[in-house]
Structures are given as C-alpha cells and as structure tokens.
C-alpha cells in the first residue's frame, strides 16, 4: 500500500509545484493579497460577522465568511458556518476534529478519516460509507449520483469555512434529505490567508502531515492551491493510513459583472480497516483489530478527480446568476469479504438565480436553480484472498441520474418578519445490470414534491427567531438497492419525512446562542430491520419513525462578569454544546415504540478558552475541553444492549512565535479512558452477534507549526 501511494502521489506533487513555479514566475507582476485585517473579535458563534464582519470580501463566485454569515442569516431555519480559524489549533484529520461545536452535528470516528456522520439521525443504520447528507466542496457535490459518500475524500485543511444547512435548509443545493447539506468552501487568493502557508504536524500513533498553500492574483486572474499528504500508524492494529490530497481553483475577473473559477480537486487514500470489537474487548484492549479484518487485510482505498467551473454573472446591482458543472471520476477499491472493486465516471450541471427587489411595496428575495447529476459504477466483486483480487465472483453496472428543480422566495411582510415559501421537484433514476445473471437486472424511477414553508423574525439587529415546516424525500443508494451479499436489485421505497423547527440565533454583548428545536414525522425509514429469518437482505423500510431533539450553543464572555479589570484585553469565552436526541419507532409491528439504535440521547462539550494578544498584534491561547455523553443509546431496535456513556477531557491552544508563525498542541484524552466512540447497528442483542463496537482512542498528543508568508 505505501509504494502505490508514493507513485500515485508523484503526479500531485508535479502539479503543485508547477502552482509554486508558476506563482513564482509571475511574482513581480503579481499583486499583493489583500491583508486580513481583524478590528474586533466577536463571540466565536453564532454569524459573528452578522453586526460588524471581520473578514475580507471575496468575489462573485466565493463569498468570505462574513458574506457567507449573512446570507445564511436569511435562512429560516438550523443553519450554522464553521470558519477554518475555529479548529486552527487541531489535528483536524475528519468530521469530528471539525464539527465538535456545530450544533446538531453527530461525528463520532470509527478509524481513520471514517466516522459514523447523522443530522438529526440521518443515515443512523449506516455502519458504513454515508448517506442522509449532500456533502459538497465550493458547492460541487462529493456525493455520487445514487446519494452514497466516502468521508476520506474531505481535507478539512482546504476550507476557508464550512456551511452546515441542517435538514430541508439545504435547500439551496437542491438537498432533498433528512440531514441537509454540509458545504466545505475553500479560499481563492482574494481570501487567503498568505500567499504561501506551510503547516507540519506530527504526534501520536506514528501521525505526521504536511499542508502546504500557494495564493497569487495576476490582474484580473488568480489561483489558490493546497495539498495535504497524511501518514498515520493509527491507535488499532490493521489501521494505518496514508492520503495525498490536493485542491485547486482558478478565476477570472472579465469584468465587474461577470467572473469564471474552474476547480481541481484529486485525492489518493490508502486506508486500512481494523473492525469491530465486542463490548468486552473494546473496553479491555480496544487497540486491537477484529481477527476477520486482518485475515482479509480489509481496507477502503480511494482515488478520485474532479473538474468543475462555476460562472457568476451580476445581472445587475441585485440580481445573479450561477451556472456551471463538473466532471470526474472515482475508483474504490475495498477487500472486505470479498474484494470489492467499483469504478466509474460522474457528471452534473447546476444553475441558480437570486434577486431582491420589491413587491407591492415590500421587500422581496427570490432564489429559483436547479442542477442535474449522473454517475455510472462498473461493480465488480472478487474472491478476498489476504488483501488481494482472485476469481471475479460478481459483476454489474450501477446507473443513477438525478434531476433537481427547486425554488423559494422570502417577502417581508415588514421590516424585520419575512414569510418564506419554496419548492422542491425530484426526479431519480436508478438502474443495475447483473452481467452474470441478467434475470437479476431491474430498473426504477423516484420522483416527488417538496414543499417548504418558513418565517424569519429579526427581533434585533443581531438576533433571529426563525420556525419552519420541510418535507425530505431520499430515493436509496445503490448499497441498499443491490445489498452487499445479494447482488440483485432488491426493491426499496423512498424514505420520506415532514420536519418542524423552531429557533433562535444571535449574540449580545457577552453572549452568543443557537437553538433549535425539532421534530421529523418519518415514513419509510431505511434501517438494519428485520422481517424473517429467512430473508437474506439487510436494509428494509421501517413503518413510520420519529426524530425529535434540540441542538443547542451556547457561547459566554465569562471574563465581562467581573473580570474585566484583572483581564484587560484579554479574553475567557466559554464555549458550549449540546445535542438532545430523541428517535423511535412509533407503534411498529415488531419493535412497538422502542427507541431507534445509533444515537446517544445526550452529547454534551465545552471548553474554558482564555485569548491574549499583546500590542504587537501577537497572541495566545489555551482550552481546556471535556466531552460528556452520559448514555452511549441503545444498540439493538430491541432496546437489549446500550453502549456506556463516558467522559473525556482534553486541552488546546496555541502561541503566535511572530506574524505569521503560531505553534500549536492538541491533547487529548488526557485520562486514557478506554471508552466506545461509536458502534454498528443490530436487531435484537439476544439474537444477533454483539462484536459491533469502535473504541476511542487512547491518550493522544498532537503538536504542529504554521508558518505564513
């Protein structure tokens, strides 16, 4: 594995360098980047840039984050934006380095870049892969065309910030699915932060990365790229990984009116896979690996490229249009109990119009787009032999296609209360050909209506109090409509659900908050569910479910309350999270109304941050965290077993060397805590085979060096 992902990164490391010659090249013509300039420092949640943004304008294709904040302002409804500076002080490897105080984020890490991912219990049966989210990068989608995802393909690093659009507020992506959208934007050169930036990291179980960044504007032209390559021993047995990444945009300015940005964005991952353990052994020796994985060498290795564009036009002083689309192609290769071997070619095309002007005398916004995906998977499967391909013992074709039509408008009966209303049409295709045994082959169609209905009070000038009813509508991916051990088309229903939020978001002077508050009437649900015994299919339609739950932040200035006078300038936020989550089956043949497996009801985390930055602009900053799930949930529907819950405690920080140099430390677990991060779903404890659990990790220290310039 670590030879082909040496030569398989060599055609990367040519393509930065030409980036960095290039840059080089043109660098007395070039023109300086703009400087990033922070005249205030607000509470970090929620929109802080809402009042007075801190951040740098970027251009008609890439807003800054402040732009970003207050567009997502005018969503009614659970929205959240993550800037890159938030987790600048971690190992930031995956979702849950990244998403720990997003509000209503559940990314608990299974090994390596993978972890179990659910918004408001989304995709919650999945013990693999991901479904239930659109995940996209500067708006293109990572997601294939049947809806499926690998998190090992997402480089946290190239973000300049994250948008998370919770449920039916994803709207704008065209997002049809329970959990919503999870947008990673990365910077162009007008919101770098330096024209070059270097980032070493190393600590424990054998970790060491390397991130470097070269950002350039030439007249009206500029670029950005990154690239990361990753080293990891890893705490398990049968759990190293090795990645190269790297990401890549263009653009050009023609005029004030209209700008073109192309993207690359290529990764090569090479991840083993250690398994599941049993309660027993997760708790007693979690470094261990399941004895099947390593017998089979189970790893999930992926290469994938993408080529996209993405045109803005400003048809005038408040009108805009988006039109572009994207290629690629991805590979994974996956020995598991067979070697599975899918690859193919993807596609999609989107659009989208955004005005505000008047009606009858009333402000008005208006947002209609649409997009159009395909992908085509040739899936075949070998005989595992150790790690490698023996005889093909399966093989099909997976076709899916998707067309997406959506729109919404938002009328400001007054000033500050807008009445949001939009819809959403769907049209899914899905089609598999067994080449062995064409008998097997099938094809069907998912087309439905989605409507959505909001209002929008801004009761302040930084405070929202938002409420809104959305349907979600999830045609299934291919893992559940040809199952892993029945390679045939096995017929599924779409998952469907009415979800109703309330909330509220703002800051004041020593505080800032988020909450929301929801509830999802479920038809059709796609979980692990058992029919019959002699039913060999693993994913079925569940009756009709619940989802409920609040997702809450709460951020305090705790140093204005008597401290101001001992801190100065100085700064103690305390930053909070928590998460209540309550899912069941509601009055189900077999399970009754037992609580749906997968979730923890509580997941509570805060950190105790102290900020200091001297005259000279240089600063900082130490916070000791701690993570408390006090109930691990259930792990069968039967509501037999529930995991453990556990508490973890850790601390980060980092110190400014000079301008444009910072040293940071990320620990954690500083107890050593054998605990269980997360764990696969079953039916019936009492039934079914019990070695489902994923231990957390030991006591770990990460250390790394940023250096900008």
Known sequence: ????????????????????????????????????????????????????????????????????????????????????????????????DVMDFTPGVYARKRFGAEVRLSIRGSGLSRSFHMRGLEILQDGIPYNLADGSADFQEVDPLIAQHIEVYKGGNGLRFGSAT???????????????????????EGGSYGTARIHTRTARIVGNTDFFAAMSANHVDGFRQQETEESIRFSGNL????????????????????????????????????????????????????????????????????????????????????????????????????????????????????????????????????????????????????????????????FYVVEDVALVGGLQAIHSYRKFTNDFTPAQSDATDFSSLSPKAGVLWDVAETAQVYGNVTR???????????????FQFVPLDPQRAVTAEIGTRGTAKNVAWDIALYRAWVKGELINYT??????????????????????????????????????????????????????????????????????????????????????????????????????????????????????????GGVDLAKGVRLFVDARNLTDRNYISTYSNITDAALAATNVFYPGEGRSVFAGLKVAF
């Not at 991805?330 to 193919?344: A, E, M, Q, S």
């Open 251 to 410: 653009g050009h300015r023609f005029n004030e009116a209209v700008e073109t940005r192309f993207y690359l964005t290529t990764n090569i991952v090479d991840q083993e896979m250690p398994g599941t353990l049993t309660l027993a052994q997760a708790e007693s020796d979690p470094e261990l690996a399941n004895p099947g994985n390593i017998a089979l060498n189970q790893q999930r290795n992926v290469r994938s490229v993408r080529f996209a564009n993405k045109t803005t036009f400003a048809l005038d002083e408040s009108s805009t249009l988006d039109l572009g689309g994207y290629v690629g192609y991805k590979r994974l290769y996956h020995p598991i109990f067979r070697v599975l071997d899918y690859r193919g070619p993807l596609a999609g095309l989107f659009a989208r119009y955004d005005t505000e002007g008047n009606l009858a005398g009333h402000r008005n916004i208006l947002t209609i787009g649409g997009d159009l995906s395909w992908g085509k998977v040739e899936a075949k499967q070998y005989t595992n032999v150790g790690g490698s391909r023996a005889g093909l013992v399966a093989s099909g074709t997976q076709s899916a296609a998707n067309f997406k039509l959506y729109a919404e408008n938002k």
């Open 1 to 96: 594995m670590k030879n082909s992902i040496r030569r398989s990164g060599v055609a990367l490391a040519a393509l930065l360098s030409a980036f960095v010659t290039s840059a080089q090249a043109v660098d007395e013509g070039a023109v300086a980047l703009p400087e990033i300039v922070v005249e205030g420092e607000d509470l970090t949640n929620p929109f802080s840039g809402l009042a007075d943004p801190a951040f740098p304008h970027g251009t008609l294709t890439v807003p800054g984050v402040a732009e970003a904040q207050r567009e997502m302002s005018l969503i009614p409804g659970a929205v959240s934006v993550v800037p890159a500076a938030r987790y600048q002080d971690l190992y930031a490897h995956n979702f849950e």
């Open 531 to 652: 029919v019959s015994p002699s039913i060999p299919a693993s994913t079925f339609n569940a009756d009709e479910t619940i989802h409920q739950g609040i997702e809450a932040s709460l951020t305090l200035d705790v140093g204005a309350w008597g401290l101001r006078k001992v801190l100065g300038s100085d700064r103690l936020l305390l930053e909070q999270a928590y998460m209540y989550s309550d899912f069941a089956f509601d009055g189900d043949a077999t399970y009754g109304d037992n609580k749906l497996a997968g979730m923890p009801p509580h997941v509570y985390v805060a950190a105790l941050r102290y900020k200091s930055i001297g005259a000279n602009g240089l600063g900082w900053d130490i916070a000791p965290k701690v993570e408390w799930v006090p109930n691990g949930g259930h792990v069968d529907y039967a509501n037999r077993l529930e995991a453990p819950g556990y508490t973890t405690i850790g601390v980060e």
């Open 472 to 486: 979600s509508y999830e045609p299934p991916t291919f893992s559940e409509l040809v199952q892993a051990t029945v």
């Open 178 to 200: 329970l959990g919503g959208a999870v947008n990673f934007v990365t910077p162009t050169a007008y919101t770098a932060e330096a024209e070059n930036l270097v980032r070493l």
